[in-house]
């Protein structure tokens, strides 16, 4: 496969400003999340600065033991246009170490009350010692139009 990202996109009538302030929660995270993996914000503070770590508390049953955690940084953060991390694991010691691969939303504002929202799962950065225990995408192609849909809901308060 020659292309290294994934992306889709649904228009919500909803404002971006709205659309920004559920993605900067974390906690809102395992409600939009399209493939049931992410469990629970271990880290509920709202995301406000590049660099910021987050980390998450997953479930997996293809992991080596189910239930794991992520710690992901803010690489993108423009209000209320674009969002965005880069996923990883800590060590005991603390250190950080990200796999290659990021999450981005993209905020198209449409009038005073719609947005159209891009999610963008790239893999690029991936080394090739990494390919060889996880296939990329690590999920099918309904993985990121069914988060889309979970954030409509969300939004939209149904």
Do not use: C
Not at 22 to 46: F, K, M, N, R
């Amino acid at each position: 496969m020659d292309q290294e990202n994934v992306s889709a996109t649904l228009t919500v009538a909803v404002p971006a400003a709205r659309v920004f302030a559920v993605l900067a929660d974390p906690t809102a995270h395992s409600a939009i999340d399209g493939t049931g993996w992410i469990q629970e914000a271990a880290d509920p503070a709202p995301l406000t600065a590049v660099g910021q770590i987050f980390r998450m508390d997953m479930y997996h049953p293809d992991h080596p033991n189910g239930d794991y955690r992520v710690a992901n940084q803010v690489q993108v953060l423009d209000p209320p246009r674009a969002i965005g991390w880069r996923t990883g694991t800590e060590k005991d010691d603390g250190h950080l170490e990200f796999g290659g691969w990021t999450w981005r939303y993209d905020l198209a504002p449409l009038g005073p009350s719609g947005t159209e929202v891009t999610l963008t799962y790239d893999w690029s950065a991936v080394p090739r010692s990494v390919r060889e225990y996880i296939r990329f995408p690590p999920f099918g192609p309904e993985h990121l139009i069914n988060s889309l849909r979970h954030l409509a809901e969300i939004v939209s308060g149904r």
